[in-house]
């Protein structure tokens, strides 16, 4: 029986091929990855997240656009800047999103204009606004700077363009002379 | 031991990071999905012609070495009319879609700028029918402004006192 009797030499070198192959076995599985270090990860995020926090504070447009308020697009190329905004939707009129009149069927109420129906004086927006330009031009005197008289004015695509004169002209009543209509950018540019 | 030793040190020396990486992928994904959705937003300038100049605007305006050109364009319910210091041209009118011609308009306004009196003339006054929506006149400012090759017209516009 030359198989059995096999000598104590013969058989360490089986144990040590055997051993061999063992370790040769476990040097080809793929390492588990136990424990991942995202830390590099945990970084770029925060920096992406406070990058994306950044431009949405600096975003001005606070406005919410639904079926009352879609305002017109334009080619015009000019960024919002940050001022007093006057808001006409097609059911009332808001100031710094302060709801002042009413408006029905593209005209404001007549009981809230001084000269009734056919006048151009919008009694609660002119005095609202009033407040903001005096503060405005408090804030202008203790900074040194000068009152630039600017207002944003955010409208639905609809409004009648008398509406339009009678909210401006109010404006102007309280000191506005410049105002920034405030439209989406047309596609394509 | 040893081993038990290893996960005590592991456990203390560790922060696990995992919850606060979700929280701030949430936010992340809130975050480009609410901007995905944001309107990109411009805006015009627009002026009403002052009423109390006084000293400072004389100041600012030395007189004019020619007359002002007084460029006005109205929108009416059959088209535009254009009108300046020389007279009122013919009417602009609308499309036979019953759109505006903004296109002819600003062909008409082109003309007016390539004349050498005008060139350097950038204010215009703007004035509407009533009615008119805001849609309108933001398209006839647009059209009053600039040209399709980019050649800038009259960006100045003050919106008249009046209504038509």
Known sequence: MPGHAESPQVISRLEGKKAIRSYARKLDEPEVIKDLNITPMMDMMTIILVFLLKSFASSTSNLTFDSNLSPPKSTTLLKPKLAVSVVVTKKVILVEGDAIAPINVGKVDPTVKRDGENGYYITPLVEILEKHAKREKKVADLTGQKFEAQLMIVADQTTPYRLLTEVIYSCGQAGYANYRLLVLKAKGD | ?164
């Open chain 2, 1 to 164: 031991m040893r081993d038990h030793v290893e996960e005590i040190e592991e456990e203390a020396g560790e922060l696990n990071l995992v919850p606060y990486m979700d929280i701030v992928t949430n936010i992340i994904i809130f975050l480009l999905a609410s901007m995905i959705n944001q309107v990109s937003l411009a805006n015009i300038n627009v002026s009403v012609p002052s009423i109390s100049g006084g000293g400072a605007s004389a100041e600012d305006n030395p007189p004019p070495d020619k007359p002002p050109l007084n460029l006005t364009v109205s929108v009416g319910a059959s088209g535009f009319t254009v009108a300046a210091s020389g007279g009122v041209l013919p009417i602009v009118t609308k499309l036979p879609n019953g759109q505006y011609d903004y296109k002819s308009l600003t062909t008409k306004l082109k003309e007016i700028k390539s004349a050498p009196d005008n060139a350097t003339e950038t204010k215009a006054n703007f004035s509407a029918d009533a009615n008119i929506p805001y849609d309108v006149v933001v398209a006839t400012l647009d059209a009053m402004r600039i040209t399709d090759e980019g050649k800038i017209l009259f960006p100045d516009i003050s919106f008249a006192a009046g209504i038509l």
